[in-house]
């Protein structure tokens, strides 16, 4: 499995960004793909996730804010990011775990098996 995120930048707050994690084939229907955050100084936090079933789940602090969707044909899961906050800078990770992970542990960094490089989202304020 082999992820590939891009797309983050340096935006004003309020303003919208659009993160792709390009995926080798099959990985978005065979495994859950999810994002997370890792601020300097600060733990990996779970943002969202997409199940392989296609079923959606955020945090708390983006719900209403952020928006994951995929595309199968062109192997791509995408973070719509609108009404960014400076508390939302960090580095975003896109990472795949197995699809029979229970709700629970969805948002667990240690249930997900691989992970992309990480691209940096920088929000002034």
């Known amino acids: 499995v082999q992820l590939q995120a891009s797309g983050g930048g340096l935006v004003q707050a309020g303003g919208s960004l659009r993160l792709s994690c390009v995926a080798s084939e099959r990985t978005l229907t065979t495994y859950n793909i999810a994002w997370f955050r890792q601020a300097p100084g600060k733990e990996r936090d779970f943002v969202a996730v997409?199940?392989?079933?296609?079923?959606?789940y955020y945090a708390d602090s983006v719900k209403g804010r952020f928006t994951i969707s995929r595309d199968n044909a062109k192997n791509t899961l995408y973070l719509q990011m609108n009404n960014l906050e400076p508390e939302d800078t960090a580095v975003y990770y896109c990472a795949a775990g197995s699809k029979t992970t229970i709700f629970s542990y969805l948002g667990s960094a240690d249930k997900y098996d691989y992970w992309g490089q990480g691209t940096q989202v920088t929000v002034s304020s």
């Open positions: 997409k199940r392989a079933s296609g079923a959606s």
